[in-house]
């Protein structure tokens, strides 16, 4: 098993990069979190990285962090999730915006990963609920996740913060028309509609 690899970076392709150590140009498959942080073509470059083998391929992938690679690593032990799916997750949210997506019940957030619908999202966090502590630190409340619902994050932690349960808040945001709004506007339609 190949864990680590620090070397030079030759090449950049999204998502593949080829990172050359001592002679050798690995193909390396990147979330986009990695490579869109990733330094200038000829770098020095450490990446933690898991080697896929199947029958038709050997795949090597490569995260910047040790959390990335054990969120891509848990996702993949999740039934009906391939590694094109972690790496959708990995692309489009931190490992602690995950885990507070499956600790808050936030399929809403979680089905806007491309390729993850409400079914998937909701089976993902099913599944996902007892290996959670494997994942990443915990988000502070406050802190948003960065999938086009940094509104809904924050009205979401502020009613959690208010005493609402996290199912109970999903039911309030699932039943109101909150595509453009503020936190704040937000807030205001969920109170209103707890209330009736």
């Known amino acids: 098993m190949i864990g680590s690899l620090r070397g030079r970076l030759a090449a ?3 998502p593949h990069i080829i990172l050359e150590c001592n002679g050798v140009g690995y193909e390396v498959e990147t979330p986009m979190s990695t490579f869109l942080d990733l330094p200038a ?3 020095e470059l450490f990446l933690h990285t898991h080697l896929l083998v199947r029958e038709d ?3 090597l992938y490569g995260f910047a962090t040790d959390d990335e690679r054990s969120l891509f690593r848990t996702l993949l032990k999740v039934n009906r999730v391939g590694a ?5 997750v990995l692309s489009a949210m931190t490992a602690s915006d995950f885990r507070r ?3 808050y019940e ?4 979680l089905s806007k990963v491309p390729g993850i619908g409400k079914k998937t999202a909701e089976r993902l966090i099913m599944e996902m609920r007892d290996k959670v502590d494997q994942v990443g ?3 502070l409340p406050g802190q948003t996740v960065s999938v086009e619902a940094s509104a809904r994050s924050e009205a979401f932690d502020a009613l959690v913060a208010l005493g609402y349960k996290a199912n109970e808040v999903n039911k309030l945001l699932g039943k109101l028309d909150i595509e453009n709004d503020s936190a704040e506007g937000i807030i205001r339609k969920a109170l209103k509609q707890a209330a009736l």
């Open 106 to 109: 936030d399929s809403a957030t």
């Open 101 to 103: 997506c499956v600790e």
């Open 137 to 139: 630190a915990p988000t």
């Open 12 to 14: 950049k392709h999204a």
């Open 57 to 59: 391929a050997q795949i």
């Open 41 to 43: 073509t000829g770098a």
């Open 84 to 88: 094109k799916m972690a790496l959708g």
